[in-house]
């Protein structure tokens, strides 16, 4: 297993399985609560072929409350534990808390999956001092009240705009740029038009030049068009990729995968000539 700085350095996209043990998570909620549970979900999104776990003790879907930085850490950091001791895949931690950071740094861990793009203190210079990645994602408000009222300029640029500043902040505090992804947020503060418009304009988002991270995986607006949301999931991913996402964060890594090949597949046979 490679480690994740030469994974982003392959030209392929990455998948990313999803370890939620969180037990209110919203597609798969109290199902891998218990130790073992995650290790053997994180084991099999693995041996499905996932580049990367994404750890997460915090739900952060619309309406959810805040997690205690105690109970965060008791969900997260055995799991975190009992993974390394099994495993040596890429591991992220989706936490907004330096306390989490912190002690996740503690442990091998890859990469720190922020949806408050590491504006708690002391965060940032976490992810510096230990040489973590990290992905700086947009959310307008908090999720309890993200989806109340959504208001933007226009969703793209304003997005860009923000990027840009935590970017800089970022590497202020000695956060190198090629340690940092950049993801636009589906479903965190924006309407239903806004969702499907980052994905439409996806590209836009690469003149920071770095890597993008897209998490379209089971969410409502998916849900809303599609009664099969793994099958309008892996679509969504699809043409998230083919607008330049590097790191596909889901649920269901077979079926991604299955999707990938075959669009590597038929991408490639009109790169080289094979007869
Ligand atoms: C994401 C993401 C995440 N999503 C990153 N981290 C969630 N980097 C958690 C819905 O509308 O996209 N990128 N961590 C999960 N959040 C949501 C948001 C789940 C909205 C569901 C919805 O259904």
């Known amino acids: 297993m490679a480690v994740l700085s030469e994974l982003l350095e392959r030209p392929t996209p990455l998948v990313m399985g999803i370890l939620n043990v969180t037990p209110d998570s919203f597609s798969d909620g109290g199902l891998h609560v218990s130790v073992d549970q995650a290790l053997s979900r994180a084991l099999e999104m693995a041996a499905q072929g996932a580049h990367i776990i994404d750890i997460g003790g915090e739900s952060t879907r619309p309406g959810a409350v805040g997690v205690s930085v105690s109970e965060e850490l008791d969900r997260v950091i055995p799991v975190i534990e009992k993974i390394n001791n099994h ?21 091998r861990v890859d990469m720190i999956n922020d949806v408050r793009a590491l504006s708690s203190d002391g965060s940032m210079e976490l992810v510096a001092e230990n ?32 990027f840009e500043k935590a970017v ?3 590497c202020r505090a000695g956060i190198s740029p090629g340690r940092m992804i950049l993801d636009p947020g589906f479903g965190f503060g924006k309407t239903h038009q806004q969702n499907l418009a980052l994905v439409n304009r996806l590209a836009e988002f690469n003149i920071h030049g770095l890597p993008l991270m897209v998490g379209l995986s089971r969410k409502s607006t998916l849900s809303r068009i599609a009664d099969d949301v793994i099958a309008g999931s ?13 790191i596909l964060r889901v649920h269901d890594v077979k079926q991604t995968l299955s999707a ?11 790169e080289k000539d094979e007869n």
């Open 87 to 107: 495993s040596v895949i890429p591991i992220s931690v989706d936490t907004s808390s330096p306390e989490v950071m912190r002690e996740a740094a503690s442990l």
């Open 131 to 162: 040489n973590l990645h990290v992905c700086l994602m947009h959310m307008q408000g908090e999720p309890d009240t993200m989806q109340v009222n959504p208001q933007y300029n226009d969703v793209v640029d304003d997005i860009n705009l923000f």
């Open 168 to 170: 800089q902040r970022c």
């Open 234 to 246: 892996v679509a969504g991913n699809i043409m998230a990729l083919l607008a330049g996402a590097k």
């Open 260 to 270: 990938l090949r075959v669009v590597t597949a038929i991408v490639r046979s009109g």
